[in-house]
């Protein structure tokens, strides 16, 4: 909470100095972490942008804030300075990074959470894979994505739900019952050609075999119904395996099937609202959303002439289902190949009477998979595709999601897989987890001893001076920053970049600084600092999804 607080004061220290000088309060400035070869804490740009603002020399206006800050703050600024054209570096006592570790140590995994007192409700949808064929590594990604960012909105006190669209009717859900259906009747001896654009897996020829098992006549098959069924079923224990469950899974099929007392589906009662109030009209026979009103390049057809609906139809009247249960912020991921699909949508929420910036969109590119140096193809129909078991079962859970947060969504991603399975400090995820298993290393000698002193009120922390030590602490501090800049960007990406620079920063301790010496009160105080360590890349790593081995 370290930055938090110190921004807080300078809003407070700026709005005072453009109170004296009459300007009006709207400068936007930051507080940002200088680059490692800045010797400060913090750099603020203020008073340039102020100078730029009343046209003066933005070193002036630093030195008047600086004089402000070291007369209102300096409780807990060491020392602030002039850096450049009029950057102001700051310097915070080591009593500030002090008391941070302290309250690390006692909130433990509440560390950075937030109480639950608004009871916002937000619904992050995810994954909504078509039920065609086993989950690919595109598709984990967009898991991957998706549970960690739930995770992050959870700590931070929104009340979140998970779910999972199932699209479950229209022309993919046809082609894979008659792909069923084919290979059921090749199975049982019939010369009959399998079309090229059909489901190719093996898959599906497991179903079919399962199917004649069953001893059904071919009279008494659901083919989609029992093609559904079993991949729903692979779907799901992929993503247990993968520590992602939903707390929903919302069928597409229900939308358009169940009916109001007035024979009326959901879908129905969408697109009479729209058209209703003018944001529909009807050409051709067809039903047209209005969409180049809110920003779309054309408009888009709801219904067809011959009185099909469309999936922008049925997307409009699922995301009314999604307001109207009570959610205020709803938070799709969705991948890169979808970006066109995004300002319809948002059209739709707007004209369906919400606000369009309840919804989210997150766009993630897919991953480039990596073997022996040569990407491999993935194409569902084709069944050429490496599945997301495959890949659990090769590099393991923590290394594949670790893996699938390294990069921001909207950056490709090359998932190395001889790199997952290093058991070194090549691989991110290997060398993050050592962490946790040198931190309990440590510990378990410690209990050799009985000079520890356990209680924090007796520690003395100011014996943590050294600048490995000030640095690893300074660090564990920037979580909550971490958690701020997550949810600001609705991407976890952050906290893989967060926790590969507390790895660095703790190695860097643990070659300089030893933990366990001579000296009873240091001893004690750098393992406080251990056990802080312990306890934010432990909470880090929860928020990953990714485990913290004691051992490895």
């Not at 947060?405 to 790199?419: G, I, N, T």
């Amino acid at each position: 909470m370290i930055k938090q607080n110190v921004t807080a004061a300078l809003d407070n220290i700026v709005a005072k100095y453009l109170k004296s000088k009459d300007i009006e309060n709207d400068v936007k400035f930051s507080v940002e972490i200088p680059p490692k070869n800045i010797n400060a804490d913090f750099a603020v740009n203020a008073a340039m942008l102020i100078a730029k603002k009343i046209k003066t020399n933005p070193r002036i206006v630093a030195q008047e804030i600086i004089d402000i800050i070291i007369k209102e703050i300096s409780e807990f600024i060491e020392k602030a300075e002039i850096a450049g054209a009029g950057f102001i570096n700051l310097h915070l006592k080591n009593e500030v990074f002090y008391r941070e570790l302290v309250t690390i140590l006692k909130e433990k995994d509440k560390y950075g959470s937030l109480p639950e007192n608004n009871k916002e409700k937000v619904m992050v949808e995810f994954v909504s894979a078509n039920p065609t064929g086993p989950l690919h590594v595109g598709h984990g990604r967009g898991a991957a994505i998706g549970d960690s960012l739930s995770r992050i909105l959870k700590h931070l006190g929104y009340n979140v739900s998970k779910e999972y669209y199932l699209n479950d009717i229209g022309n993919q859900m046809l082609v894979l019952a008659k792909s069923t259906e084919i290979r059921y009747r090749q199975l049982k001896g019939e010369k009959i050609d399998f079309p090229k654009d059909h489901y190719q897996g093996d898959y599906i020829i497991d179903i079919a075999k399962r199917l004649i098992v069953e001893n059904k006549d071919i009279s008494e098959i659901d083919f989609k119904h029992e093609a559904v069924k079993d991949i729903l079923k692979t779907i799901e224990n992929d993503l247990k395996n993968f520590a992602v469950e939903f707390d929903n899974w919302f069928s597409e099929g229900k939308i358009a099937a169940d009916k109001d007392k007035d024979g009326k589906t959901k879908v129905d009662r969408a697109c009479e609202y729209l058209l209703l109030k003018g944001a529909a009209y009807v050409n051709d026979n067809a039903l047209w959303l209005a969409s180049t009103r809110f920003g779309d390049d054309k408009d888009r057809v709801l219904k067809r002439s011959d009185g099909r609906y469309t999936y922008l139809a049925s997307d409009a009247a699922y995301h009314k289902i999604k307001l109207e249960r009570g959610f205020s912020k709803l938070v799709n991921l969705w991948g890169a190949d979808h970006h066109g699909y995004v300002a319809r949508i948002k059209a739709c929420i707007q004209m369906l009477g919400f606000n369009k910036e309840s919804l989210s969109i997150i766009l993630y590119q897919l991953v480039s998979l990596v073997r022996s140096g040569k990407p491999i193809a993935m194409s569902t129909r084709a069944g050429e595709f490496i599945t997301l078991k495959t890949v659990i079962d090769e590099v393991g859970k923590d290394a594949c999601r670790f893996f699938f947060l390294l990069r921001a969504p909207d950056s490709p991603l090359e998932f190395d897989l001889e790199l997952a399975k290093k058991q070194s400090g090549e691989n991110p995820v290997f060398y993050v987890q050592y962490v946790n298993a040198r931190c309990s290393s440590i510990v378990r000698e410690s209990k050799n001893r009985n000079d520890i002193i356990t209680d924090i009120k007796n520690i003395n922390f100011a014996l943590l001076k050294t600048e490995e030590e000030r640095d690893l602490i300074k660090q564990l501090s920037s979580f909550c920053d971490t958690l701020a800049m997550s949810e600001k960007t609705m991407s976890p990406h952050h906290f893989t970049a967060y926790l590969i620079e507390l790895a660095d920063r703790y190695h860097a301790f643990y070659e300089k600084c030893r933990v366990l010496t001579d000296d009873s009160a240091l001893t004690s105080a750098r393992l406080k600092l251990v056990e802080g360590v312990m306890i934010t890349m432990q909470n880090g790593l929860s928020l990953l999804g990714v485990s913290t081995p004691d051992k490895m």
